[in-house]
Structure formats: C-alpha cells, structure tokens
C-alpha cells in the first residue's frame, strides 16, 4: 500500500508497482527506488523520514505494464485515504499514469508537468517516473526543477 512516515511532509506517487515491490510490500524496491533514493538524498532527505511512498495502483498488473484507468480508478479511493491521513505539505506525482490518476485529467506528461495543480489545498508538482529517468537521463536535470520547486512548497 505505501511506506514512509505517517507525518512526512512529502508524498510521493508512482504507477504501480512492480514484481519486487509487490513481493516486498514496499514501493520503490528495484533500480527505480535507487535512483529515487538518490534523488531524496539531493533534497536532504530520505525514505521514512518525512517522506511517504505509494503507487496510485496497489498491486502490480500483469506483466508489468502500466496501470491501466479502470485499475487507477478502482484504487483512487486507498490513495485518496493515504492522502487524508498524512496530510502532507507537498505531494510529487511520479509519470503520466500517476498525475493522471490523482488529479483526474487528462494530457501528456510534459503537458501537465508545466501546469500547476492542487489536490485541495495541496499543491501537486508532476515530474518523470524514477524508471523513465534510468531510460532517459537527459531528463534529470528539468526533473530536479520539479523536486526544488515541490521544495519550495514545504518550506
């Protein structure tokens, strides 16, 4: 379902898991979770400590492909509770599937990452899934802009 600190400030979303993280129970266990540990570590932070993980899907679908809408929209309400529970000061949608599930919209992710969006009262910053970057690194560099600028949310 998630992991972290139950009064983290950040909240972080993936997709949905994959075959490592369903048999752990834990998001972000594989090389996704590494690069993204490396990422926390950038902003002065790390897992379990003021930051909490969770993937829009709740369990890994077939093959690990990507979730599809009617897998997001069965697991909305489970992220929406998570969400309410720890009330976070900044929540970070990691790739397409999970910005599109939170805030119920469509469009790429280069789209929506140049928007600004609130769940409420919380902001949202949507920036490449960890495992996009590993295929991608030149992207790294504007995904840092994303996490400062969630940064500066939390004051």
Same mark, same amino acid.
């Given at each position: ?15 949905? !898991?994959?075959?490592? #993280?369903? $048999?752990?129970?834990? /998001? *972000? ?5 590494? %690069? ?30 990507? !979730?599809?809408?009617? #897998?997001? $929209?069965?697991?909305? /309400? *489970? ?5 309410? %529970? ?70």
């Amino acid at each position: 379902m998630g992991s972290g600190d139950p009064n983290a400030q950040w909240f972080f979303v993936g997709e949905g !898991p994959g075959e490592e #993280e369903n $048999s752990s129970g834990k /998001p *972000f266990m594989g090389p996704a979770g590494q %690069l993204l540990d490396q990422m926390l570590r950038s902003l002065g932070l790390q897992r379990d400590v003021g930051v909490y993980l969770t993937n829009a899907v709740k369990c890994a679908p077939p093959q690990n492909r990507s !979730p599809h809408a009617l #897998e997001c $929209s069965a697991c909305l /309400p *489970f992220l929406q509770q998570q969400i309410a %529970l720890i009330q976070p000061k900044v929540i970070v949608a990691l790739g397409r599937v999970a910005a599109q599930s939170l805030l119920g919209v469509d469009g790429t992710l280069s789209a929506l990452r140049e928007q600004e969006h609130r769940l409420g009262s919380i902001p949202v910053v949507v920036t490449w899934h960890p495992s996009y970057l590993i295929r991608s690194p030149v992207d790294k560099a504007r995904s840092w802009e994303d996490l400062c600028r969630a940064r500066g949310f939390v004051g």
